[in-house]
């Protein structure tokens, strides 16, 4: 989403009169404490940012009924949906006022979701639209990965094989999906018992969503 592309559907929306510019006492009292151009590109950019969440939204919605919440880690989920709906993980750290490099840990699973500072986690819950039944799930469905991954992953260093954080994307996400295939059959009752420590986490993420007025994401 380039900045030409947002201007030209701003300059489209206006001509059309569909983008409206109040001028209300705040618009006033800011013109007038601003030279012109100032002022102009400063309510240009504020609309193209709120037009760019707008898109995003939109896009987020619509690759969200192409990938499942059923038995998938919470950072691949974020990533699957991310992806579909054509959207960097910039962009996405920009909304959560994070850097790039955090998002990435997220997705991978190099950050657990327990281990993410709750109103951080809760942030990205709100940009995706995550419910807590979902949220739940996901969470258990990280630690299980997490956890099942660290064997696998002594074991290809003890054989001389790369680090996690030298591997490509492909086969970082080929190996959470091994290692949750594994754990689920090592542990068939495991994926409709959520652990103790999960609960509690999630527990805070429903207090901290209920304060962001988002009780749409409670049920």
Excluded at 7 to 32: H, K, M, P, Q, Y
Aim: proline fraction near 5%; glycine fraction near 4%.
């Amino acid at each position: 989403m380039n900045e030409k592309f947002l201007n030209d559907l701003l300059s489209a929306g206006i001509r059309r009169g569909e983008v409206r510019f109040e001028l209300t006492d705040t618009v006033v009292d800011s013109i007038l404490e601003h030279p012109a151009p100032e002022a102009i590109n400063a309510s240009k950019a504020r609309v193209q940012w709120k037009l760019q969440l707008r898109l995003q939204d939109a896009a987020i919605a619509a690759a969200r009924n192409e990938v499942s919440e059923h038995s998938i880690p919470f950072g691949r989920f974020v990533e699957a949906v991310r992806e579909r709906a054509g959207i960097t993980r910039a962009e996405i750290a920009q909304r959560i006022r994070k850097p790039e490099q955090f998002v990435q840990r997220i997705e991978r699973g190099d950050l657990k979701p327990v281990e993410v500072p709750v109103p951080d986690l809760a942030n990205i819950v709100c940009v995706f639209n995550i419910k807590i039944p979902a949220i739940r799930q996901m969470i258990a469905a990280s630690v299980a990965a997490a956890d099942e991954k660290v064997n696998y992953r002594a074991a290809a260093r003890s054989h001389g094989g790369r680090r996690h954080d030298a591997r490509g994307e492909d086969v970082e996400r080929a190996l959470d999906a091994f290692a949750l295939n594994m754990r689920q059959k090592k542990y068939p009752t495991a994926a409709t018992q959520i652990p103790l420590h999960v609960e509690a986490y999630v527990a805070k993420v429903q207090i901290e969503l209920a304060r962001l007025r988002r009780n749409d994401l409670l049920v």
